[in-house]
């Protein structure tokens, strides 16, 4: 069984994958990664482009950035992706279990679908943010792109519901 976690910088999305390590790896502690029959897992980080800020408006100012601002910008991004990677590995360790990691640059919903595709993945997990009905019409909703146009079942995990709430 080939898995593919999509995580991001967020909680749900570590929480996503913490779920899929406890519950669709059966026997880990004996299996060998790689082995026939033993699961696969490939976790995928997304990092958006860098779309430089520009106004709308017809008239006054445009804003550019400079090389040096977009520098700073793919820096940042590097980093975060570094340190998503660094947390998915650390748990996954902590499960016994080698995934394989990649990092990809674009739109989130599709480069996600697309490595769905690539690998041939049996089962897509993906952390759920919570958005609201509002919020998600002007945002869109990664998990409910790849629900509807992923060619493999997509599991969706939600956190559980904080006992300060």
Not at 114 to 132: F, K, P, T, Y
Request: proline share 8%; glycine share 6%.
């Amino acid at each position: 069984m080939k898995v593919l976690v999509a995580i991001d910088e967020s909680e749900g999305g570590l929480y996503a994958l913490k779920w899929a390590l406890e519950n669709l790896f059966f026997n880990h502690e004996t299996a060998t990664p790689g082995a026939e029959g033993s699961p696969v897992i490939t976790v995928v980080h997304v990092q958006p482009h860098f779309q430089p800020p520009h106004t709308a408006i017809p008239v006054g100012p445009v804003i550019f950035a400079t090389p040096a601002v977009m520098d700073s910008v793919k820096k940042a991004q590097e980093e975060s992706a570094s340190e998503v990677v660094s947390r998915a590995t650390k748990l996954c360790e902590q499960h016994m279990i080698k995934p394989e990691m990649m990092v990809i640059r674009g739109n989130p919903k599709e480069m996600i679908v697309e490595a769905v595709e690539d690998m041939n993945a049996d089962i897509l997990v993906v952390g759920s943010r919570g958005l609201g009905q509002i919020k998600r019409a002007f945002l869109g909703s990664v998990s409910d792109y790849c629900v509807h146009h992923a060619k493999c079942p997509v599991l969706i995990v939600r956190p559980p519901k904080s006992s300060g709430k």
